[in-house]
């Protein structure tokens, strides 16, 4: 089974803030990779697949990049909606989940 | 509306057994590969398994192998988890969840859909 690692797995910043956070696998995936943005209590919502292209509706400081086994999504301006946890995902071989980021208000 | 709605958890003894439930609606579920996916506390999301649309293939992640079992009934549109050997470990909401794309390919295995879960806790 492929492996995901995500870091930071928190990360506390402030309104306005640029903030990334990097998945990376333990094999190449290509471009396999998505992410997702889950707040309590809600089903996860889908920001961006495969790696780099931003799904219908998504706001466009969001950014996705990385290819192979090394990924990063990019929230360029923080705002008080995208506090939340956020997960990578693969697709190259079956499904693998990384263990999430929580970012959390300053 | 699209929804899918799981069933079946509660509390069971280590080695005990349990079968989940995933009810479908809104879509065409015989058209979807469809998965189940778990979330033990204070962990993240676990990939569980993978059942193709028509049930002919599936494979479980090495996690619960030989444990747990997948299936599905698609005349009555529901989705299955059959667990056995049950260990303190497996404690967590399992949810079963639809992929964007309905073929054996796990490139389109980005999933739309999610149950909101059931929850099973393995406990003596």
């Known amino acids: 089974d492929i492996q995901l690692t995500q870091s930071p797995s928190f990360l506390s910043a402030s309104v306005g803030d640029r903030v990334t956070i990097t998945c990376r696998a333990s094999q190449d995936i290509s471009n396999s990779l998505a992410w997702y943005q889950r707040k309590p209590g809600t089903a996860p919502k889908l920001l961006i697949y495969p790696a780099s292209t931003l799904k219908g509706g998504v706001p466009s400081r969001f950014s996705g990049s990385g290819s192979g086994a090394e990924f990063t999504l990019t929230i360029s301006s923080l705002q008080p909606e995208d506090f939340a946890t956020y997960f990578c995902q693969q697709l190259h071989v079956y499904v693998s989940f990384g263990p999430g980021t929580k970012v959390e208000i300053k | 509306q699209v929804h899918l709605v799981e069933s079946g958890g509660g509390v069971v003894q280590p080695g005990g057994s349990l079968r989940l439930s995933c009810a479908a609606s809104?879509?065409?579920?015989?058209?979807?590969?469809m998965h189940w996916v778990r979330q033990a506390p204070a962990k993240g999301l676990e990939w569980l398994a993978v059942?193709?649309?028509?049930?002919?293939?599936?494979y479980c992640a090495d996690s619960v192998k030989g444990r747990f079992t997948i299936s599905r009934d698609n005349s009555k549109n529901t989705l299955y988890l059959q667990m056995n050997s049950l260990r303190t470990e497996d404690t967590a909401v399992y949810s079963c969840?639809?992929?964007?794309?309905?073929?054996?390919?796990?490139?389109?295995?980005?999933?739309?859909?999610w149950g909101r879960g059931t929850l099973v806790t393995v406990s003596s």
């Open positions: 059942i193709s649309y028509d049930g002919t293939l599936d």
């Open positions: 969840a639809k992929p964007r794309v309905g073929t054996w390919d796990s490139h389109g295995w980005d999933f739309d859909l």
């Open positions: 809104g879509f065409t579920f015989s058209t979807y590969a």
